[in-house]
């Protein structure tokens, strides 16, 4: 998925959350993630594939 489709996800799922809070995982794992594409630091990406593992799990 590349950033730009992630940032349209985030904005979407972001007027979700004002609706229902049950939607803040997902507005937090996106958001996250464009933070992650932004960031050009394989370490930051990195920790942000540990921490999906670790929420699958």
Do not use: C, G, H, W
Not at 10 to 17: C, D, F, G, H, N
Request: glycine share 0%; proline share 5%.
């Amino acid at each position: 998925m590349d950033k730009d489709e992630l940032v349209r996800l985030r904005a979407a799922v972001a007027k979700l959350v004002t609706d229902n809070p049950i939607y803040v995982p997902v507005f937090d794992r996106l958001d996250k993630e464009v933070e992650a594409l932004a960031s050009s630091d394989p370490v930051a990406r990195a920790r942000l594939v540990v921490a999906s593992q670790r929420a699958i799990a």
